[in-house]
């Protein structure tokens, strides 16, 4: 891959963002180093509610053009509710990051780690090893709609779902190229066109039309009711899965949820064009219940950057920082593991030992 630098905006945000973020960054930066690739870090303070307290918005009016021009953004979570309200919070935040860059593309892996409880009984690591794609912007998360005759007997409200063709296909084709990629070579679609007898048809016909492009793409397609009961009963048949951003929400945190605690788990927000910066982050949110107590698991923050080297094509590096994480869950130390994975460690001990066996390569 080139060796050009890449530019990655920072931003913490609130709760355990804050604290994990060191530890993602210190990760990244020590992957740099073993694997000689340069990256630039900028950190801002915006995006989380004590900027929101100071200037009574959660982002200055320039947000835009202050970070258009980084590759990647960095973000740990954002979310103070007894400060501010989530809606406030969050839509004057992360989803305009998502709309405004246009990150189409939600990716979600879903892994059972060596080390990690699973709350499915007989399954070992191996057995659950996947890729959620969720289509980011339309779909079923449309603004078109309304009420009527609001407060009276006759109250309607309607919400409309919109696929576009340029949505649909593209998500599709990330999904078909991301299966492409992998040795299995398979990629489920999650439909529901025996209930919703308009758009879903509509998806499973370019599903159809696209697999044309992809002839060696094992594709199989679920209604959403049975392919969540699969994710439990049957994890291990899964390889790539696709769905509209309603059915992709749904699954991107069950499928984590199958492997364990989602302290660990990360997700991308892509514009794979580049035309805009990609976010990287982890699943959970601001913990505020464990906030300040130096608690926080840092896995999924870091394997938000193992991500981020992934999608930059660093692939070497990317997978031996995620080796690094799972040679550290597999040794299993009390002392190293944090709390929510039934240890007695702390938010350092567990970030320290993963820099350093990253380091450890060098
Ligand atoms: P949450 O993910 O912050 O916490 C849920 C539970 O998991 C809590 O008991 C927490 O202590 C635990 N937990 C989460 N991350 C952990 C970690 N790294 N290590 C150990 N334990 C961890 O979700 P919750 O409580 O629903 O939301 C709190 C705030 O975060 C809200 O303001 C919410 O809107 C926001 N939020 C933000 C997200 C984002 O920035 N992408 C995503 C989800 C929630
Ligand atoms: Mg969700």
């Known amino acids: 891959m080139s060796s050009k630098t890449l530019r990655v905006a920072v931003i913490p ?3 355990i963002g804050t604290e994990v973020m060191p530890w993602g960054v210190k990760c990244l930066q020590a992957t740099a180093k073993v694997f000689n690739i340069s990256i630039e870090f900028e950190h801002f303070d915006f995006a989380s509610c004590e ?7 959660m982002m200055p009016a320039n947000w835009k053009e202050q970070l ?56 070992k690591p191996g057995d659950i090893d996947f890729w959620i794609v969720r289509e980011n912007t339309e779909g079923e998360y449309s603004s078109i709609g309304g009420k009527m ?23 599709l084709r990330y999904a078909f190229e991301l299966a492409k990629s992998r040795p299995r070579k398979r990629l489920t679609s ?23 492009n992809y002839p060696e793409i094992n594709l199989d397609k679920y209604h959403i009711d049975i392919l969540t009961a699969h994710f439990v009963g049957r994890p291990e048949i899964f390889d790539v899965i696709v769905g509209s951003n309603l059915f992709g929400d749904i699954l991107s945190d069950l499928g984590p949820a199958c492997t364990g605690t989602i302290a660990i788990a990360p997700s991308a927000n892509i514009n794979p064009e580049g035309k805009f910066p990609s976010l990287f982050e982890p699943v959970h949110g601001s913990a505020p219940d464990i906030v300040g107590k130096n608690l926080a698991n840092p896995i999924g923050m870091i394997w938000a950057g193992q991500m981020l080297l992934q999608h930059f094509g660093h692939t070497e590096a990317a997978d031996a920082l995620l080796k690094a994480i799972e040679r550290i869950l597999e040794r299993s130390e009390a002392s190293v593991l944090t709390p929510d994975m039934g240890g007695m460690g702390t938010t350092q001990a567990l970030g320290e030992a993963i820099e350093r066996e990253i380091l450890s390569l060098a």
């Open 149 to 171: 005759f609001e407060g009276t007997d006759r109250e309607v409200v309607i919400q409309e779902t919109v696929m576009s063709r340029v949505g649909v296909d593209r998500i």
């Open 51 to 57: 900027y929101y307290q100071k200037h009574g918005d």
């Open 13 to 15: 945000g609130d709760g």
């Open 190 to 212: 999650a439909t529901k066109s025996n209930g919703i007898s308009i758009t879903m048809p509509y998806w499973d016909g370019r599903v159809s039309e696209m697999h044309k």
């Open 68 to 123: 258009i021009g980084f590759d990647a953004i960095y973000f740990g979570a954002v979310g103070m509710p007894n400060l501010v309200p989530d809606d406030v919070s969050l839509w004057g935040s992360l989803l305009k990051f998502r709309r405004e860059f246009d990150q189409y593309v939600n990716l979600r892996p879903c892994r059972l780690m060596p080390g990690v409880k699973c709350p499915l009984a007989g399954k």
